[in-house]
Each structure stands twice: as structure tokens, then as C-alpha cells.
């Protein structure tokens, strides 16, 4: 069963904290998180995250798609290294 | 930045008409076709490639001068490279992930940070993976304008202004 609606996005209070403090020194950071489990607000979007995946700080730049989403899609526990090839990299 | 790109390896023989089994590393599998003729890593041997359909963990194809099964399975386990020049130009802001790994990363005030190890794509922006000489952990550097100012393919080196934590 999904969520009710009434109760809101859950996001850890510590992450909402981190994040305004962010916005507010205006400083280009990494907000190291460890909660996978919250969901990425609008307030998030043009910040830089670090999810703990386990084992590391995988780096998450927010954009508008990605609200909604939980921080924990975005940095994968498990390592796959595929060939580079003629795969493309865009620079946003 | 190696010459070679692999783009694919023989993982065997098909049936018994000396066709092989292609397993395609390419983002859309079906342009190895394309970058045919392709070598081997020492460019000893070189295979033009017809793709004939689409099989399980990859495709059967045709290479130019395998005609029986024992010919194809004496193949197994060989890499398939092109050329860098046989890959399509790109638009601005746009690189092979072949053409990145590799380079140096410097900061704003010329001090090495190190060297791209790897391009990773979590779902969110892409990421470089740097390695850095003093860090036991490779440090995952946001591929954006801002955090990747400059790169200059020609020098080998990429410009980097990491976000405070980062290093």
C-alpha cells in the first residue's frame, strides 16, 4: 500500500537540515547523507549530495526530474563496471 | 587515449555453420555493425562483421573468413576493437566516455587532483570516477559546467572545480 497523502513526503529531519543550511551559506558543497529512505523535495533541486551506498558517498546532483524519487535510487550498493566503448557522456 | 576502442567479443561459435556469438559492449548493441572491420587488440587480424540476428546475451553474426564451427570456437574469448576515428563526431558538451578516461584532473590552481579512472551513470548526472594519489577511495567529480569548467583533449587534461568535501 503506497503512502497516505495527508502525511507529506517523509524526509529525515537531519537531511532537511543539512540541505537549508546548504541553500542558505550559498556555498557549492557536498552534503554527505547516509538516509537513502528520504525523498527528494523541490528545495533539494541545484544541491549536491553525497548517499552513502554502503560504502562510500556516491555524488548526486538534484535536478527537477528527479523529485519524488528517493535519495537511494541514485547510488546504487552494488558495482558494475560495463566497457566504455562508444558510450557518451554529456556535460550538463 | 588508446587508439583501439573495444567494442565487443566472440563468445563462441553458433550452431554449426561457423557462425558466432557476438556479445556487443556498444550503447545501442546494434552499431558494432557499423564500425566494421573490426581487429583484434594487436590489430593481427581484422573481421568484417554481418550482424543476422539478435540471440540471447547478444547477436549471431557472420565474420569475413570463418566458414566452419571450429574456426568460430577457436575464436571464443576474443575482444573486438575499432578505431577511434570510425566513431561518429559529437556535438558540444558531448564526449566518449574512451575519450575521458584517463586524462589528467587539475584544480582552478594547476595542483593535481589525479586522473579519470572511469564515467558513471547512476540514473542522475553523469559522474567521473578520479583517482586520487593520496585518497585510498575514488572520488566521484559531477560532470557538469560547473564542476568540469575545461577539457582539453588535446593536452589530456580536464580542468576541475570540485564542491567543497569532495577531496
Known amino acids: 500500500m503506497s503512502r497516505s497523502v495527508w502525511k507529506g513526503p517523509f524526509v529525515d529531519a537531519y537531511v532537511l537540515k543539512k540541505a537549508e543550511a546548504a541553500a542558505e551559506s550559498g556555498r557549492h558543497e557536498v552534503i554527505k547523507i547516509w538516509s537513502r529512505r528520504s525523498t527528494i523535495l523541490p528545495q533539494f533541486v541545484g544541491l549536491t549530495f553525497g548517499v552513502y551506498n554502503g560504502r562510500k558517498h556516491i555524488t548526486v546532483n538534484v535536478t527537477e526530474d528527479m523529485i519524488g524519487q528517493k535519495f537511494g535510487e541514485y547510488s546504487p550498493t552494488r558495482t558494475y563496471h560495463g566497457h566504455a566503448a562508444d558510450k557518451k557522456a554529456k556535460r550538463s | 587515449m588508446s587508439d583501439l576502442i573495444c567494442v565487443g567479443a566472440i563468445a563462441g561459435a553458433f550452431g554449426v555453420r561457423g557462425e558466432v556469438r557476438i556479445k556487443s559492449f556498444c550503447a545501442i ?33 557472420h565474420l569475413e573468413g570463418v566458414a566452419t564451427k571450429e574456426q568460430a570456437d577457436a575464436l571464443r574469448g576474443t575482444r573486438l576493437f575499432a578505431r577511434r576515428d570510425q566513431l561518429p563526431s559529437l556535438p558540444d558538451d558531448e564526449y566518449y566516455h574512451a575519450d575521458l578516461i584517463g586524462l589528467e584532473v587539475l584544480d582552478t590552481g594547476g595542483q593535481v587532483l589525479g586522473h579519470v579512472k572511469s564515467v558513471q551513470n547512476h540514473g542522475a548526472a553523469d559522474l567521473l570516477e578520479i583517482h586520487a594519489p593520496g585518497l585510498k577511495e ?4 559531477p560532470f557538469t559546467l560547473v564542476a568540469v569548467p575545461t577539457i582539453d583533449l588535446a593536452a589530456g587534461r580536464i580542468i576541475a572545480d570540485p564542491p567543497d568535501g569532495l577531496f
Open chain 2, 138 to 141: 575514488t572520488v566521484l567529480l
Open chain 2, 29 to 61: 548493441p546494434e552499431d558494432l555493425e557499423t564500425y566494421s572491420p573490426l581487429t583484434t587488440e594487436d590489430g593481427s587480424r581484422s573481421f568484417t562483421l554481418t550482424l543476422s540476428r539478435s540471440i540471447n546475451n547478444g547477436f549471431a553474426a
